[in-house]
């Protein structure tokens, strides 16, 4: 349980996410997004441009993989922490969202104008359903810090 208990820490308090997509070649493009996270169900949502290219790639193909990394450690050899997940991104509509919205505006207040002025302006926000989480912890799993965990 402590695993999970620590990747819902970590999740919860990191704030920029690098998420790859799948180019319609097949070949992975990587961007970087501002995200909020809920469990139980866990989902991952952040707000973009509909003209991104990984905004087209989810429209596409919803498969999707990412990351969150924060404070990484200075050297290697210090131990350090991160959270990678793979699951399946969808672009939300622009209306009927209210609660996600107000969420992700708690969390990021400068995102406020972008969020009302949906559905008229050009930004959608995305959810991801997180079907795999891996935390790697080399701090509070020192023998073994990959942990693979089920998303719910």
């Known amino acids: 349980m402590r695993e999970r208990e620590l990747l819902e820490e970590y999740i919860a308090d990191g704030g920029l996410m690098q998420l790859s997509t799948v180019r ?9 997004v501002w995200y909020v996270a809920t ?8 707000i973009s441009r509909t003209d991104r290219v990984h905004s ?8 999707v993989a990412g990351a969150v990394l924060a404070d990484p450690p200075a050297e290697l050899g210090l131990p350090g ?3 990678s997940f793979t699951g399946r991104a969808v672009e939300l509509p622009g209306t009927g969202i209210d609660a996600e919205k107000r969420e ?16 008229d302006c050009a930004s ?3 959810e991801i359903a997180v079907e795999r989480w891996v935390l ?3 701090e509070n799993f020192r023998e073994s810090p990959r942990r693979e965990i089920a998303g719910h």
């Open 24 to 32: 319609p070649d097949g070949t992975p493009v990587v961007c970087t």
């Open 39 to 46: 469990f139980y169900p866990d989902r991952l949502r952040f």
């Open 56 to 63: 087209h790639n989810i429209r596409r193909n919803p498969a």
């Open 81 to 83: 922490w991160g959270v």
């Open 104 to 119: 992700f505006a708690a969390r990021w207040p400068r995102a406020t104008g972008v969020l009302e002025a949906m559905p």
């Open 124 to 126: 959608r926000m995305y």
């Open 136 to 138: 790697f912890d080399e």
